[in-house]
């Protein structure tokens, strides 16, 4: 798949607005019936089919992301019903009526992007936007969807659904905030009065005994306690902001099993999740470094170097002459974590381990770190 959306008409005004959305939309591809063909597809790259428009649709459920269908909402319906699998997996559906009056979403509007590609569509082709879903008629929070713009990944689906109710229903939800983005919110209104915002669990749990929330939303880069996860995530949902930089310095050829493990064993030390990590950071001279760029292809993390004159600019307790020797830096993976997460301390400052040197450092937020529920982290 070439590009993410697939535009599907079937009458002879609809081709008129798909082709003339096709032109104005980047990244879509056209399908409409041949008997409507105007000479100019195989210029345009627009695909014709024969027959119902059924026969093509589970190949573009497999295919695109987003499908805008140019068909009665009924009729779409019941040609998508047998094939929609998941929420997570299902490619959002726009569908446009005949005259292009409205643009509705139908299918997968948060996960799958449907709302957003509906509002794109209806500006476009001066339609007007129909979205249902609750939280965007309401201006709230998209549980499914919180923190994405910013890369943050649910931990678990398991209770998004309940948690989304008490959202929309203006039940009393705490959001514990440790760490990511602050700037969530992005309505025209204020934060509504059912929601409270914490800056740790202790806070969470102490507030629950004034105020009965009812749900949670969590937002940490850290791995919970079982105490933490039995009142927090009896009704929440875990988001993992990205905020975690790991700096890393190896010999040349280190293998990328050994690289994994040292990071493992450190994230696990930490407490720490690894999908909260953003991204690797080293010197330049590692910029090819094979070990490293399989860890980061992995796990699908960014990959930041540095020369060593950058490097050379952070002040280092513990200097090293050996490594200024072949490197020109007196430090790799201390320095390089500091630059890319643009922080001024460590979580960890240095761990050698085998061919593996590794430092870490969170991105600043402003908001401080608490410690577990019911014990300490070292």
């Given at each position: 798949m070439a590009n993410p959306y697939a535009i599907v008409a079937i009458t002879k005004h609809g081709v008129?607005?798909?082709?003339?959305?096709?032109?104005?939309?980047?990244?879509?591809?056209?399908?409409?019936?041949?008997?409507?063909?105007?000479?100019?597809?195989?210029?345009?790259?627009?695909?014709?089919?024969?027959?119902?428009?059924?026969?093509?649709?589970?190949?573009?459920?497999?295919?695109?992301?987003?499908?805008?269908?140019?068909?009665?909402?009924?009729?779409?319906?019941?040609?998508?019903?047998?094939?929609?699998?998941?929420?997570?997996?299902?490619?959002?559906?726009?569908v446009v009526d005949d005259r292009a009056q409205f643009a509705i979403s139908v299918l997968s509007g948060h996960l799958g992007g449907a709302n957003e590609l509906t509002r794109v569509i209806a500006e476009l082709i001066g339609a007007t936007p129909v979205i249902t879903t609750a939280s965007d008629v309401q201006k709230t929070i998209p549980v499914d969807m919180f923190g994405r713009q910013f890369g943050w990944q649910i931990e678990s689906f398991e209770h998004a659904t309940p948690v989304s109710a008490a959202v929309v229903n203006e039940e009393p939800v705490v959001i514990v905030q440790e760490a990511g983005e602050r700037n969530w919110w992005n309505y025209d209104k204020p934060l509504p009065t059912h929601f409270r915002v914490v800056d740790s669990t202790v806070e969470a749990v102490a507030l629950r005994a004034e105020w009965q929330w009812?749900?949670?939303?969590?937002?940490?880069?850290?791995?919970?306690?079982?105490?933490?996860?039995?009142?927090?995530?009896?009704?929440?949902?875990?988001?993992?902001?990205?905020?975690?930089?790991?700096?890393?310095?190896?010999?040349?050829?280190?293998?990328?099993?050994?690289?994994?493990?040292?990071?493992?064993?450190?994230?696990?030390?930490?407490?720490?999740?690894?999908?909260?990590?953003?991204?690797?950071?080293?010197?330049?001279?590692?910029?090819?470094?094979a070990g490293l760029l399989a860890l980061c292809e992995t796990h699908g993390w960014g990959f930041t170097t540095y020369t060593p004159e950058e490097l050379n600019q952070v002040a280092l307790a513990n200097p090293?002459?050996?490594?200024?020797?072949?490197?020109?830096?007196?430090?790799?993976?201390?320095?390089?974590?500091?630059?890319?997460?643009?922080?001024?301390?460590?979580?960890?400052?240095?761990?050698?381990?085998?061919?593996?040197?590794?430092?870490?450092?969170?991105?600043?937020?402003?908001?401080?770190?608490?410690?577990?529920?019911?014990?300490?982290?070292?």
């Open positions: 008129e607005t798909a082709r003339n959305l096709h032109a104005q939309l980047p990244g879509s591809d056209l399908y409409y019936m041949s008997k409507f063909a105007q000479g100019d597809e195989a210029e345009k790259g627009i695909q014709l089919f024969e027959g119902s428009v059924k026969l093509i649709l589970p190949d573009l459920f497999q295919r695109y992301t987003g499908i805008i269908q140019f068909i009665s909402l009924g009729a779409v319906v019941r040609m998508i019903a047998p094939i929609l699998k998941d929420k997570k997996t299902d490619p959002g559906v726009v009812n749900a949670a939303l969590v937002i940490t880069h850290r791995l919970l306690s079982e105490q933490e996860e039995s009142v927090l995530l009896r009704n929440g949902v875990l988001y993992r902001p990205k905020n975690i930089v790991l700096g890393i310095g190896c010999n040349r050829g280190t293998a990328f099993e050994e690289i994994e493990a040292v990071v493992n064993e450190t994230l696990q030390e930490l407490q720490f999740s690894r999908k909260s990590v953003r991204n690797i950071a080293s010197i330049d001279l590692k910029k090819d470094e090293s002459e050996t490594v200024f020797k072949y490197t020109g830096a007196y430090g790799v993976s201390e320095p390089a974590a500091l630059l890319s997460a643009e922080a001024t301390e460590w979580v960890l400052e240095k761990r050698k381990s085998g061919n593996v040197t590794i430092s870490v450092a969170l991105v600043p937020n402003g908001v401080p770190v608490a410690l577990p529920i019911g014990g300490a982290t070292t």
